[in-house]
């Protein structure tokens, strides 16, 4: 129980920047239960967006309502998943050989390829928000599949992937959590997920689609890095939350025609 509690704390301290002053003990246990707390610290962000939204909801016109929805989003994780998809941009788009892609993440600087990503996955983002804000009622299945559900499995799919695919380098983060990560984790982590589906079945879709994009993604790492790091889990992340957003608003069209 211990190894729980303090690992949800740890989660929420590594996977956000919410104010938490519990010093958790940095032991096996508590690094497991964080890890099979990947997708709670997902589903309180996503309630926290929630909350935001139903606080604001009619007072401001949807394009500022989607634009402060953005703002706290990203807020809540202080842009540490940005700066993985900013410097895997880099990386990737030097063309460089494997060894020089791995240094280019390393380093400070901000390139060209980074700051395009960037602003094009925050303008990707916040036009999805907004049309979904616009394009149909808030009910409970959008609210739950944009804001819950899409947080939980992007960052669940961080520890697949940390279960599935070798690290770079036998060193850093990345391979530290990878080395106390185990099936059971994988699945425990997965259950609250799973939980929520079952109550909710037009999740299956979303579901099915974060599947795809976890086999196009993991393969695109291996093809451009041979193995995946911190920076990696963060682009998963941050990749994984437009996709969900993509696959909402596909779901949406589909069901209103």
């Not at 604001?56 to 994780?77: E, H, K, M, N, Q």
């Not at 020089?100 to 990707?124: E, Q, R």
Request: with cysteine.
């Amino acid at each position: 129980m211990k190894g729980l509690v303090f690992g949800l704390v740890l989660a929420l301290q590594f996977l956000t920047r919410l104010p938490i002053p519990v010093v958790v003990p940095w032991e096996r246990s508590v690094l497991k239960g964080a890890l099979k707390s990947f997708s709670l610290a997902g589903f309180f962000i996503g309630f926290l967006v929630i909350a935001v939204h139903a606080l604001i909801d009619g007072w401001l016109p949807p394009w500022f309502t989607a634009l402060v929805l953005l703002s706290v989003w990203t807020a809540l994780t202080g842009g540490l998943h940005l700066d993985g998809l900013m410097d895997v941009a880099d990386a990737a788009g030097s063309n460089a050989p494997i060894e020089k892609k791995i240094t280019i993440m390393k380093d400070p600087h901000v390139g060209s390829f980074a700051m395009l990503t960037v602003i094009f996955y925050l303008l990707w983002k916040l036009a999805l928000i907004y049309g979904l804000l616009v394009g149909h009622e808030w009910d409970l299945q959008l609210v739950v599949g944009m804001f819950i559900l899409i947080p939980a499995c992007s960052r669940f799919l961080a520890i697949l992937l940390l279960r599935t695919t070798r690290t770079v380098k036998q060193e850093g983060l990345a391979h530290t959590w990878q080395e106390h990560l185990n099936n059971t984790d994988v699945i425990t982590g997965l259950l609250p997920i799973v939980l929520i589906a079952l109550f909710l079945p037009q999740a299956w879709f979303l579901l099915a689609g974060y599947g795809l994009f976890f086999y196009l993604i993991r393969r695109w790492f291996l093809n451009q890095f041979h193995g995946i790091n911190g920076d990696m889990l963060g682009t998963t992340i941050e990749g994984g939350e437009l996709w969900g957003l993509v696959m909402v608003y596909i779901y949406i069209l589909s069901v209103t025609g």
